[in-house]
């Protein structure tokens, strides 16, 4: 790593902590009842415990573990949508999440009108949407299917549209979760060219995959979360050779 790139993302000592309900509770009214009369019980869950992490621009880091262990909670304590609780995080650069599948979509809005809408959302204006219309719906091959809602879309659909709006200006940090997941192995490898694209023009990439072959092609480093905390850090090579060993280990 070159030490003399500019950190875009600074982690130090973070621990993000959740309330979670002891007891089932079926309807808002029974939820408040029990608020009012401070009956509610709750447990405490740290989802990520005293995380350190810095990433340099342009970077490409994978992050791999096993499903619940933190990867995701990471992601969307990078994009702000939760703030920790010990710690502090500073990200510097303009930010495109793919971190939920149908996040910043209207379901029951048609795909035209949620170009525009999740545009907005992600900070470019209605005129440069405009601009770059046909270039989306190029790349998402959803031509047949602009006026009809995101709420009949495909999985795999919705994740063609979300990750051509996403990447059809290069941020300064691209953020990618499973998303590519759902989609067709055909299109899966039209994204990667296209990230590996915007990696070469200096983008800096986090991405979540359970396919380790697919986090050391598109990542030089790793990180290892198991439970909240960090096992390893590193080459994505070094980092995801030392998980195979440990899932094999527990068989």
């Known amino acids: 790593m070159n030490n003399n790139l500019k950190t875009v993302i600074d982690i130090q000592n973070v621990t993000v902590r959740f309330n979670m309900a002891t007891e089932k509770i079926y309807t808002?009214?029974?939820?408040?009842?029990?608020?009012?009369?401070?009956?509610?019980?709750?447990?405490?869950?740290?989802?990520?415990?005293?995380?350190?992490?810095?990433?340099?621009?342009?970077?490409?880091?994978?992050?791999?573990?096993?499903?619940?262990?933190?990867?995701s909670t990471l992601?969307?304590?990078?994009?702000?949508?939760?703030?920790?609780?010990?710690?502090?995080?500073?990200?510097?650069?303009?930010?495109?999440?793919l971190i939920e599948l149908g996040a910043g979509f209207d379901s029951e809005m048609t795909a035209r009108e949620n170009i525009f809408l999740n545009g907005a959302v992600l900070g470019y204006?209605?005129?440069?949407?405009?601009?770059?219309?046909?270039?989306?719906?190029?790349?998402a091959e959803l031509h047949d299917f602009l006026d009809m809602p995101i709420k009949n879309f495909s999985s795999g659909m919705a994740a063609r549209l979300g990750f051509s709006i996403a990447t059809i200006a290069t941020p300064e940090i691209l953020i990618v979760d499973e998303i590519l997941s759902v989609g067709d192995y055909a299109f899966q490898q039209k994204c990667y060219k296209r990230m590996e694209e915007m990696l070469r023009g200096g983008t800096t990439l986090l991405f979540v995959s359970h396919s380790l072959e697919d986090v050391q092609k598109m990542c030089r480093s790793a990180l290892w979360i198991d439970h909240g905390t960090v096992v390893a850090s590193g080459s994505s090579e070094e980092v995801c050779l030392k998980y195979i060993e440990a899932q094999h280990c527990m068989f």
């Open 28 to 71: 808002l009214k029974e939820y408040a009842i029990k608020l009012l009369k401070r009956e509610l019980m709750f447990q405490e869950f740290f989802a990520l415990k005293n995380i350190t992490f810095r990433v340099k621009a342009g970077e490409s880091w994978g992050l791999i573990g096993t499903n619940g262990a933190g990867k």
């Open 75 to 97: 992601l969307k304590l990078i994009c702000g949508i939760f703030k920790p609780y010990k710690g502090t995080i500073h990200t510097y650069g303009s930010i495109a999440p």
């Open 125 to 139: 204006t209605e005129k440069f949407m405009h601009e770059k219309f046909d270039e989306i719906v190029d790349f």
